[in-house]
């Protein structure tokens, strides 16, 4: 299954906000909505809908979701908690966690337009694994910066995650450590996401 590139509202209407795709909130989309009345769901689509959380929020096409399952299956540590830092710990998701672009899909952009630095060499490859003392920046082109000051000021000021720091004024990021799991960007019971891909294979 490709990347998702249809409408983005009709997502975050079905499963909540999810602020890795755009930066909309579910009320901003559903208030000419009338009221229906709530279905019960099934097991199974509560899984399915957190798995589709996950996957939407972080930009992840199927086969890759699938991916970091396993890898996070074979890893130390409850597979949930290791499936959130693997996600959390990509290269445009710690842009966007930056506020060096305003959504994971413009992040993405920008690593695949070689507008980023890793430790001083050009990286455009969005899923590469940030580690700890990695340094990220915008290259020295007028055009690289002028896309994160975009972003920079059209994004209003939120605080960093502890395993974060920023240096607006030279664009430049540092990773000081994994992330802890508990304060991954998303609301989401990682847990259900790992129960529906073990019924799944």
Do not use: W
């Not at 399915?48 to 929020?57: D, P, V």
């Not at 690593?111 to 920046?137: A, E, Q």
């Not at 992330?179 to 991954?184: G, H, T, V």
């Amino acid at each position: 299954m490709s990347r998702y590139r249809g409408p983005r509202f009709k997502k975050i209407c079905r499963l909540g906000a999810l602020p890795g795709l755009t930066s909309k909130s579910p009320r901003d989309v559903s208030k000419k909505k009338t009221p229906s009345r709530p279905r019960k769901k099934s097991q199974y689509r509560i899984r399915l809908e957190e798995k589709q959380k996950l996957r939407f929020h972080y930009g992840l096409t199927e086969r890759q979701l699938l991916k970091y399952v396993r890898i996070a299956r074979k890893a130390k540590g409850p597979t949930g908690q290791v499936l959130l830092q693997l996600l959390e710990m990509r290269l445009d998701n710690t842009l966007f966690r930056l506020g060096m672009a305003s959504t994971i899909p413009r992040a993405r952009q920008l690593v695949n337009h070689r507008h980023i630095l890793v430790n001083d060499h050009i990286v455009d490859i969005p899923s590469y694994r940030c580690k700890p003392r990695d340094i990220i920046t915008a290259r020295e082109k007028p055009k690289s910066r002028a896309l994160i000051q975009n972003s920079l000021d059209s994004s209003p000021p939120k605080k960093l995650p502890n395993h974060l720091t920023l240096n607006p004024l030279q664009y430049k990021g540092l990773v000081n450590k994994i992330i802890d799991s508990k304060r991954a960007g998303l609301k989401i019971k990682e847990l259900l996401v790992v129960e529906y891909y073990s019924r799944q294979t």
